[in-house]
């Protein structure tokens, strides 16, 4: 059946819950989705959003917590620790809109609120006798194993660390992400006859497994060890060319510094601790020094606060723990005594320059400007880098040293896959858990000779609207936190205490819920204008032409400003906040909703 077809049917009279539900891989269908579904085309993972968002309305927590884990697999961690590239593109947080919706919270939210007897429930594929070897268990090793098994696959998980987890467990504190959540997430995602080796090493020591000999017992084998190494500080005069973190005891990276802390190690810090950096990792560590007991904790950036990326509730909960942030300044020395103990750090101050790829702006130092800010310890969180010490045969790089990949997602060796921060360089969670799907179907694909999954548009009728122009003004709800004089003494204390009560009703109801659309029969449509004279918004407008982009999705629309210019009466998604006024003015019924999801079926 068309597309156009099943449209034709669903704009049909009688009961919209009586007329079938659609499947569409027309370009037009896709792309309206992912133009105007904003949320979810910013989501690596690509979770259905505004979907989840209606079943929490409904108090349907456990289905909501399901349509998460078909996506983003791992949904009770990603609550608590996504870098949320949904809410910056939510079209509720467009100029004169409001706030994003907190979509991050209502994920966390349809976790916690499920019944304790939840039950999970996949589709799965018939055995197909392949073996695939996946080394690291991180988030994109976890995510890749957790389709691959579902594919039908053997699949075997090397991580050299004691417990699964990656970067989620031996990275992120645990006053944000609690380690009983993460096991069940990971119990979760390898239940199904994953094979999980911990303790297991890949790479060229005497006791280490072999990449190669991999390669030979599998099918596929696929590298996703992260960056594991950290970013060394540049400085200059005497510093240069040194490696402060092993010439000073005082020194540390952030990367071995939480590793370290979370391998069970016990941590100390100085009185007053400098944090050089303007990530997670940085407000991390400067958080856990807080709670190691030091006086004065400070990190030091090279631009300014509002371009640091990440989240404005994190930097405003590690200002409450005492944690300054100063900008526009860049490391550029040492101080340390006779002892050879850290006294200080020299930096040079820094101006505004231009914009950075990525929307950041550019630190330029200004000479002769430098100044010592004193400190007792000195962590340096400026990023991490990736390694191939496991390889143990040639494997082709690119001019950034970085592997180099087909567009099937392997290597120049045959057989040997690459995902996550191995090939990126350090990203988020949610980008590696995007990036382990991905190549799972891929990997799934090469196995079988053939593309088994395919992307489609499902295309539901919907009775009525979902949602009311009064739920537009409902602002934000605030995440309850732990008192602050008891999460300071604690490295186990979550901060964010997750939405509750009235608070998640109230914050679901936010959602414009963009997936559905709203469209005019133009051949039932008398042109009375009742739509466009009840309408909140500029959203429905006359029109004599609309544009088509290359890839057959719609784009501008080519407005009428006379009368014998008018073709249709056209609903404008983009400006839409589906509620339903139109549908419910239009004399003729000549307005259909539908739901339009992507969703994944046989290919």
């Not at 917590?65 to 509720?92: D, F, M, Q, W």
């Not at 103990?341 to 430098?370: D, H, K, M, Y």
């Not at 382990?436 to 395919?454: H, S, V």
């Not at 039932?524 to 544009?547: F, M, Q, S, T, W």
Request: proline residues 5%; charged residues 25%.
């Amino acid at each position: 059946m068309s597309a156009n077809l099943e449209r034709d049917l669903l704009q049909q009279g009688g009961d919209p819950q009586a007329q079938p539900i659609g499947y569409s891989a027309d370009p037009r269908d896709l792309g309206w989705v992912r133009q105007n579904v904003p949320c979810q085309t910013a989501c690596p993972a690509g979770t259905n959003i505004p979907q989840y968002i209606r079943m929490i309305v409904e108090s349907r927590y456990g289905r909501s917590y399901e349509i998460n884990r078909e996506a983003n697999v791992l949904p009770a961690v990603l609550g608590r620790i996504c870098s949320r590239p949904c809410e910056t593109a939510c079209r509720h947080g467009w100029p004169g809109n409001g706030e994003p919706v907190a979509i991050c919270h209502l994920k966390r939210a349809a976790s916690d609120l499920k019944d304790a007897g939840h039950r999970i429930t996949e589709s799965l594929y018939s055995p197909t006798g392949k073996r695939v070897a996946i080394i690291g268990a991180g988030p994109a090793g976890v995510a890749a194993a957790h389709d691959l098994s579902i594919l039908g696959h053997d699949v075997a998980i090397l991580e050299r660390e004691t417990y699964p987890g990656g970067m989620l467990r031996y990275g992120i504190p645990e006053f944000r992400l609690p380690r009983d959540t993460l096991e069940i997430e990971l119990h979760n995602a390898l239940r199904l006859g994953v094979e999980l080796k911990t303790g297991v090493s890949v790479g060229n020591g005497a006791n280490e497994v072999r990449l190669s000999r991999l390669l030979e017992d599998y099918d596929a084998v696929l590298l996703a060890t992260g960056c594991m190494a950290a970013q060394s500080l540049p400085m200059k005069g005497e510093w240069e060319n040194v490696e402060p973190t092993q010439t000073c005891s005082d020194v540390e990276s952030g990367l071995d510094f939480l590793l370290a802390l979370h391998r069970g190690e016990a941590k100390r810090v100085g009185r007053r601790v400098a944090v050089v950096g303007a990530g997670f990792t940085a407000l991390d560590c400067a958080r856990v020094a807080v709670r190691l007991g030091a006086e004065e904790v400070t990190i030091h950036i090279r631009t300014t606060e509002e371009y640091i990326p990440v989240s404005h509730e994190e930097i405003f909960e590690a200002k409450r723990e005492g944690v300054r942030i100063k900008g526009l300044r860049t490391p550029v020395g040492l101080r340390v005594d006779e002892r050879g103990r850290l006294t200080g750090v020299e930096f040079a101050q820094n101006r505004l320059g231009g914009w950075r790829s990525g929307g950041r702006r550019q630190a330029i130092p200004i000479e002769g400007s430098e100044f010592v800010d004193p400190c007792d310890t000195l962590i340096v969180a400026i990023g991490q880098k990736t390694i191939h010490d496991l390889l143990d045969l040639k494997v082709e790089l690119d001019r950034t040293d970085s592997v180099r990949l087909t567009d099937d997602g392997m290597t120049s060796v045959r057989g040997l896959f690459a995902a996550g921060d191995y090939v990126t360089g350090p990203t988020t969670a949610i980008e590696a858990v995007g990036q382990g799907r991905a190549i799972a179907r891929r990997i799934d694909a090469w196995l079988m000779g053939k593309e088994r999954r395919k992307t489609v548009v499902r295309i539901t009728p919907v009775a009525g609207p979902l949602r009311e122009r009064a739920y537009d003004f409902i602002p934000r709800q605030a995440m309850p936190t732990a008192p602050l004089h008891d999460r300071c003494k604690s490295l186990a204390l979550e901060v964010e205490q997750g939405l509750a009560g009235d608070a998640v009703l109230e914050e679901a109801k936010r959602c414009y819920l963009c997936n559905l659309r709203y469209e005019i029969d133009i051949d039932r449509c008398i042109y009375c204008r009742a739509c466009i004279d009840v309408a909140p918004r500029n959203c429905i407008k006359l029109v004599k032409g609309v544009e088509t982009k290359t890839d057959g999705s719609y784009g501008t629309l080519e407005e009428a400003k006379d009368w014998n210019e008018v073709c249709a009466i056209w609903i404008d998604n983009n400006e839409c906040i589906r509620c339903g006024a139109c549908f419910r003015a239009c004399p003729v019924q000549c307005i259909s909703i539908t739901r339009n999801e992507l969703t994944e079926v046989e290919a």
